[in-house]
T-cell receptor, first 111, second 110 residues
Framework: DVKVTQSSRYLVKRTGEKVFLECVQDMDHENMFWYRQDPGLGLRLIYF???????EKGDIPEGYSVSREKKERFSLILESASTNQTSMYLCASSSLNQPQHFGDGTRLSIL | GQQVMQIPQYQHVQEGEDFTTYCNSS?????IQWYKQRPGGHPVFLIQ?????EVKKQKRLTFQFGEAKKNSSLHITATQTTDVGTYFCAGAGGYQKVTFGTGTKLQVIP
């Protein structure tokens, strides 16, 4: 069974901090994704990657960056956290043209 | 860019009643996927539709893909309390990227 693991379920940070969210998948999937989920807005794509060292902007990339140095790991970086980045962050992975498998999510609060 | 809208945003039904959620894309899709997210959980894949006019069933759930491949629906017959959750459609238009709908939150009253 596919396992997508996010490093933290809950995280509290302060405004201006640099924040790292980590995601690891164990199924050798090519594609990895970062979403944020907010009430009434569904899942919005921040960034995705279809190969090691490759990244593509999603619909809301502003204020975020990503890193994919190894196939199994996809990191989301908040360069300087702001209160409007308080949200649930979901990581997902998939094979080519296949459905996505999600991690349990990280609920991030920026104070 | 591609937009995917879902209606309704919320639905409360009595147990045993039917439920339908609708998904509409601003662009033609190559395929559409449906996911369910239980309260406190993460989205879990239910099904993928690829062909124009395709209909698929999973027990009490019926999924349809429109002829123009721009809309889709999920219908649940005789809802049960286990159906509670948020249902998302996700439309694939570009390379490896899907756009998720806004979701329909279903509450089933016993």
């Amino acid at each position: 069974d596919v396992k997508v693991t996010q490093s933290s379920r809950y995280l509290v940070k302060r405004t201006g901090e640099k924040v790292f969210l980590e995601c690891v998948q164990d199924m050798d999937h090519e594609n990895m994704f970062w979403y944020r989920q907010d009430p009434g807005l569904g899942l919005r794509l921040i960034y995705f990657s279809y190969d090691v060292k490759m990244k593509e902007k999603g619909d809301i990339p502003e204020g975020y960056s990503v890193s994919r140095e190894k196939k199994e790991r996809f990191s989301l970086i908040l360069e300087s956290a702001s209160t409007n980045q308080t949200s649930m962050y979901l990581c997902a992975s998939s094979s080519l043209n296949q459905p996505q498998h999600f991690g349990d999510g990280t609920r991030l609060s920026i104070l | 860019g591609q937009q995917v809208m879902q209606i309704p945003q919320y639905q409360h039904v009595q147990e045993g009643e039917d439920f339908t959620t609708y998904c509409n894309s601003s662009t033609t899709l190559s395929n559409i996927q449906w996911y369910k997210q239980r309260p406190g959980g993460h989205p879990v894949f239910l099904i993928q539709l690829v062909k124009s006019g395709e209909v698929k069933k999973q027990k009490r759930l019926t999924f349809q893909f429109g002829e123009a491949k721009k809309n889709s629906s999920l219908h649940i017959t005789a809802t049960q309390t286990t159906d509670v959750g948020t249902y998302f459609c996700a439309g694939a238009g570009g390379y490896q990227k899907v756009t998720f709908g806004t979701g329909t939150k279903l509450q089933v009253i016993p």
